[in-house]
């Protein structure tokens, strides 16, 4: 008997790789290492990137403490400033309030007068001025402190006035006159007893009430307007401030006395004085 055949097993072959798949392999992997390049390229510009924020953040930071610091500085100089400045705006109010004291002393001597008509010849000369102002409206005024017993007798014109002259005013109205007393005390008798013996204009039956004008708030019992009102020669700041408080809603009555501004509130009988014309309106109202 034969012997039989064994059965062989059969190995096949394994393929190599070729060359060209591995220089593609090589070739991917190159391709995966320049993108991973690029990529590394990015974050370390992203860092770099990072890296120049943070320095500016913290100079950011440094700019600010020293802009704060700065801000304080600035603050304390200003205040400082701020004090200086008010001082300094006390002190020109201060020599403002000196200067028109002054000034208002110096016109104490003087008065001005209204409604009173002068021709220009008149106007023209200083003696026909004073005569013709004092007739008109301070002799009768003087006559009324002789009667008094506040003077003797009553003085001459040219005893009485310095000068008188006119000044200027809207066209077609008789313009004011300013005059200067030789004596002071002549002048204060003569604001004393102008509401009982200045002349008057004639009142009307149907103007009686309107026609009181200031005599009504000096309590004089004379009715109507005077013909030549006689006026303190008030400082161009004093006479400003007296028209504010006259024109202001809560004064009942405002007049000055001697340069020096009173005055009267609606529903009081209180007559308060203004004692400095740079204090601002509600303070001296309040």
Request: charged content about 30%; glycine content about 4%.
């Amino acid at each position: 008997m034969s012997r039989s055949n064994k059965s062989k097993s059969v190995v096949e072959p394994c393929d190599e790789p070729s060359l060209s798949d591995i220089a593609n392999l090589l070739k991917s992997q190159a391709d995966q290492l320049k993108s991973q390049a690029s990529q590394l390229a990015v974050i370390t510009t992203q860092m770099s990137k990072v890296d120049v924020i943070e320095e500016e953040v913290r100079g950011l930071k440094t700019l600010i403490v020293s802009l704060r610091e700065e801000n304080k500085d600035l603050r304390a100089q200003l205040k400082e400033k701020d004090t200086i400045i008010n001082d300094m705006s006390q002190s020109v109010n201060t020599l403002e309030e000196k200067m028109n004291s002054i000034e208002q002393h110096h016109r104490s001597w003087g008065a001005r007068i209204l409604n009173l008509k002068v021709s220009d010849e008149e106007a023209a000369d200083p003696s026909m001025m004073i005569e013709k102002v004092f007739n008109l409206a301070l002799r009768p005024i003087l006559e009324g402190a002789v009667q008094a017993g506040r003077l003797p007798a009553v003085p001459r014109a040219d005893q009485v006035l310095e000068i008188a002259h006119v000044l200027p005013g809207r066209p077609g109205l008789p313009r004011p006159i300013i005059m200067r007393f030789f004596s002071r005390n002549v002048r204060s008798l003569c604001f004393q007893f102008k509401r009982d013996y200045a002349p008057r204009d004639p009142v009307s039956s149907q103007g009686a009430s309107s026609q009181e004008g200031v005599s009504s708030q000096e309590g004089s019992s004379r009715k109507g307007r005077f013909t030549y009102p006689l006026y303190d020669d008030l400082t161009k700041p004093t006479l400003m401030k007296m028209r504010a408080i006259n024109q202001d809603e809560r004064v009942h009555a405002c007049w000055t006395v001697n340069g020096k501004i009173h005055f009267r509130l609606k529903n009081s009988e209180t007559v308060r004085k203004v004692v400095s014309i740079q204090d601002p309106l509600d303070v001296i109202l309040k």
